[in-house]
């Protein structure tokens, strides 16, 4: 039974990372038509409907409720859904899918560095180690397979765009400790709907100061296959199933599926070809395996952590 429960998890996790690795590249191509802050906007707005509908039905309409915990709540929002998607698709359109989609597998580790800082609970060397890895193939992706070209400027206002992006969505994770009396659908349900308060508002002001065009009616119905996808896969299926992957296989476990994001990233492009050179399909491997390295080391150290801690108590108790 339990192996069967892991298989389902297994599934999900694998789901949710194939889709998010699809929607950089059809996220690139609804770019080229649509500016990333109306694209968001429509993207979110159905999103976060479904999620408000799912989460009634689940849990009740009191689930709804903010509980007096609405600013927290919306500051969280603007981070993850604000910050992340209007950051990540404006570097997007500026930036390439695979870049985009490796520096976003980046997560974990960036999530290590934050938690040293507020708590002063030091990496240990290996993560130190493998996150020097994951960026040196993060920089060879990103320059194409031609690392020289990196002093020329390879390395663009539109990848540091999507790392900021990243780093706003990390701490958005984050606080979600402070929530554990919510469940993962009420805490991304309501961070969302509160979330796209912010991302509205931004692309009105953005809008009216002319700083991004107005899409015509014509061109959002001529990119609405895009929009589809990463409003109902993308967005809304693909949170689901991460959440269910994370309360089955456990979040150590789903992280690991992550890395498929580059992967199937990586694949779409090939097929629709795009042929990277060696030295960029090396950077690409060399992230991926950092990535996986960390993981299974960081599970690795909590165990032992874990076995020590039992073992004291023993000792205490004897």
């Known amino acids: 039974m339990r192996g069967r429960a892991s298989l389902v998890g297994a599934v999900f996790a694998t789901t949710t990372s194939v889709t ?12 080229d038509r649509v500016n ?11 999103a976060a ?23 927290r709540l919306l500051w969280l929002g603007s ?6 998607n209007l950051l990540a698709y404006t570097g997007l359109a500026h930036s390439r899918p695979q870049s985009a989609s490796l520096i976003v597998a980046l997560a974990p580790l960036l999530t290590a560095l934050v938690l040293w800082r507020r708590s002063g609970r030091r990496p240990s060397k290996a ?16 320059s194409g397979g031609h690392p020289s070209t990196i002093v020329n400027g390879s390395i663009g206002w539109g990848d540091a765009l999507v790392l900021a992006g990243v780093f706003s969505f990390v701490l958005y994770g984050l606080g979600a400790a402070q929530f554990t009396d919510f469940s993962p659908l009420r805490y991304t349900t309501l961070t969302a709907a509160l979330g796209w308060l912010t991302i509205a508002a931004a692309t009105a002001i953005a809008l009216a100061a002319g700083l991004v065009p107005t899409p015509s009616g014509s061109t959002l119905a001529a ?3 895009q929009i589809a996808y990463l ?11 991460w959440n269910a992957a994370i309360g089955i296989i456990g979040p150590q476990n789903a992280v690991l599926f992550g890395n498929l994001i580059p992967v199937t990233t990586f694949a779409i492009e090939i097929v629709r070809g795009y042929r990277p050179n ?16 960390n993981n299974l080391v960081a599970r690795r150290a909590e165990s032992a952590t874990a076995v020590e801690r039992g073992y004291e108590e023993l000792l205490e108790a004897a």
Not at 59 to 70: C, F, Q, S
């Open 278 to 293: 060696a030295v960029e399909l090396g950077g690409a491997a060399l992230t991926i395996v950092a990535l996986v390295a």
């Open 127 to 142: 993560t130190f180690a493998f996150l020097a890895l994951a960026l040196a193939g993060v920089v060879l992706v990103i």
């Open 223 to 225: 990119t609405t296959p």
């Open 49 to 71: 409907i479904l999620w408000l509908a799912v989460l009634a039905a689940l849990e009740g309409r009191g689930a709804l409720r903010l509980d007096g915990r609405g600013l």
């Open 231 to 241: 409003a109902l896969p993308g967005a809304f299926l693909a949170v689901l199933t």
């Open 20 to 31: 998010w690795g699809g929607q950089f590249v059809v996220g690139k191509s609804a770019l």
């Open 36 to 46: 990333a802050f109306p694209l968001t906007t429509v993207r979110y707005a159905a």
């Open 79 to 84: 981070l993850g859904f604000a910050g992340f």
